[in-house]
């Protein structure tokens, strides 16, 4: 299994970029799904989380300019990052519990990471 991240870049305060995760290889089901920023000199933290039944929560500094979404049928997952700031600049990444058997357990898996740079 490997989860692909891609979408990042750099790009001027107020703008916009649209991340997204995609999983693939051996796949019987996907249950959250995150993504983590971390900062130079920073812990990294978890951003956002989207539930399998589409259950969103944020972190506080990211709600109202940033959306995550996900469709199941390709097993990926969105992050839509609007009015960007200098602070939101960071390596994100995205983590998802996924299983590869119809009774096996969930267990964690986290893509490579997308440099986000915001210009002041």
């Known amino acids: 299994v490997q989860l692909q991240a891609s979408g990042g870049g750099l790009v001027q305060a107020g703008g916009s970029l649209r991340l997204s995760c995609a999983a693939s290889?051996?796949?019987?089901?996907?249950?959250?799904m995150n993504w983590y920023r971390q900062a130079p000199g920073k812990q990294r933290e978890l951003v956002a989380s989207i539930t399998s039944g589409g259950s969103t929560n944020y972190v506080d500094s990211v709600k109202g300019r940033f959306t995550i979404s996900r469709d199941n049928a390709k097993n990926t997952a969105y992050l839509q990052m609007n009015s960007l700031k200098p602070e939101d600049t960071a390596v994100y990444f995205c983590?998802?519990?996924?299983?590869?058997?119809?009774?096996?357990?969930?267990?964690?898996?986290w893509g490579q990471g997308t440099q986000v740079t915001v210009s002041s």
């Open positions: 290889g051996s796949i019987f089901g996907i249950n959250g």
């Open positions: 983590n998802a519990q996924i299983r590869r058997r119809l009774f096996g357990e969930y267990s964690d898996y």
